[in-house]
């Protein structure tokens, strides 16, 4: 400030007021008519330097006209006013060192010190200001209501701060509340799915080189909030400097997740109709096929490509006990039909379906197609028929049992009257008898004695597990039991019975003591003339059961025999050089076979042979 005769204090004072006024003020000297002082607002607002300003007075800085007015009178008669004491506050327009007129409101009043004509000029810009911000406002807020109603978020990620500032609407796609503290960038990266956070870094990355020319990106990421997926759609540009480097990134966002969901829903579906095994079939209200399912094209034979088109009323389907009238009334009532048909393919092979027919509506309610979804069930109905074959067998079987019972009980009748009169007979012939006859009356007894023991063993066989209930059976106890019972014969043979660490199995113990007796009693009889039989038992622990194995040293069977030799009455030899009814091994298989196990042979002619058989655990 040029120095005056003013009070120092006083200047110093006025001074900082000048220079911390928000607005720019100039000092004039009414006297010269020159501005004397001003502060650096002043400067900017007219862009011409503090010595400039000092050369001009008000008229430099004023077009002629104001407000249709000669400048200069009309500013006398005001500075006048202000030279008075008074205030003097008025629209005025100024213009800048470029010529620019810009209305201003000034505010005059008389300046220290007061021996000299000093006036101080405030000027308030009123370059539309207020009409202005009022605009920007208005259309801000449209620009925000214009968001809100499409959804779109709006952002300016500065590059060179790193900072993301975003609207309320990005705050709501992106689940934060408006006024959440948190930093968006990091934020945005935290909800990221991890798949997008990599190619999002990658493509920035990229993007942020100088000498990469990408102004614009239109792309989707995904976001996850609380393990639920958001599709979001980003478009926006790049803002560069001269040296290419991005320095913002400014654009809206616009939530897809329901399309997506939709079309995802779609291709699901599609995926599933596709894999699923039953075939499914699509037609619309005329019958018309629609879509043909991968199912569809495997069970009848025909592609998707042939059939889609083509009428399904074409495919030769019988009701089995329904008639078509009824079928269709039932589908036309309830709009729904479940039932079983058979159905012609392609190679004319029927097969067995479980069908299920629906109606497809619009949302209006009206009737738009069908859909029909068949499973194959022909394997099935064919176990069906085959388990009630088997149990019609097993029925049969039972009666046959029953019925050789009987019959075997009722043949002793008859047995024991031969026996007794053949008996008599001898008594009262005895003396008169010659050899001849004696050894008739001899075969007559031995016949009878065999019928005895083939009714005895039928009687036995058809027996098996009649009247008994199943226990815990000490298997090695058992043999101990039949070695006493066997002693006669052991000892005859010499035979060597070896066994050790049976188990214990659950079962019907007189059976099972059958069974081991008939093979071991068949291992003894069937040995090697002079060589003395040695039979070994032991048992195997499997998963399933025990595996039982007596072996043997005896005659051993020939492998086409390997089977036959459990059927009853089958026998390899004559009576007469090995005794016996054929019955035992068919005996010991239906003993294995009620306990739920197998039996079979291994066996080498001349060595030996192994009979196998299991009993569940
Ligand atoms: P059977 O012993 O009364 O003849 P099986 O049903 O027990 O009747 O046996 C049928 C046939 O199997 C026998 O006749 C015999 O030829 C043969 N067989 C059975 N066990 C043995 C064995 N351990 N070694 C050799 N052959 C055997």
Redesign the pocket.
Known sequence: MQKGPADILQQERYRVLIDHATQPMLILDVEIGKFIDHNHQAESFFKLSGDQLRELGPADLSPALVAGKNAVLYSDSLIQKALDGGQAIFPWVHKDSSGREIPCEISLVRFPPYERRLISATIIDKTGSQEIKQALAESQERLKLALEVTGLGTFDWDFQEHTLLWDDQMDALHGLGPETETDRLKYLFSVLHPEDKHWIKDRLSHAAQPNVDLTSFDKEYRIVLQRKTRYLQINGSFFRNAAGEILRAVGTVRDVTAGKETREQMIYQAALLKNVSEAVISTDDLFIIRSWNNAAEKLYGWSAEEMIGRSILGIETDYLDQNDADVLSTFQKDGYWRGEVIQKGKDDRSFHLLSSVSTMRDEAGKEIGYVAVNRDITKEKEAEKQQLRARQLELKNKELEQVAYVVSHDLQEPLHTVKGFVRLLDQRLHEHLDDRSEEYVERINESVDRMYNLIRALLDYSRIGLYEKTTEVNTNSLLEDLEVDLEDQIRETNALIRYEALPVVVGYETELRVLFQ?LII??I??SKPEVAPEIRITALSLQEGWEFCIT?N????PGKHHQR?FAIF????PAAQ?P???????HAQKIVELHGGKIWVKSIPGVG?Q?YFTLAK
Do not use: C, V
Request: hydrophobic letters at 35%; aromatic letters at 12%.
């Open positions: 008939n068949n291992a009889k069937f043997d005896g005659i051993g069977i030799i089958h026998r390899l030899h090995y016996g009814t054929g019955i035992g091994l068919s042979s009979f």
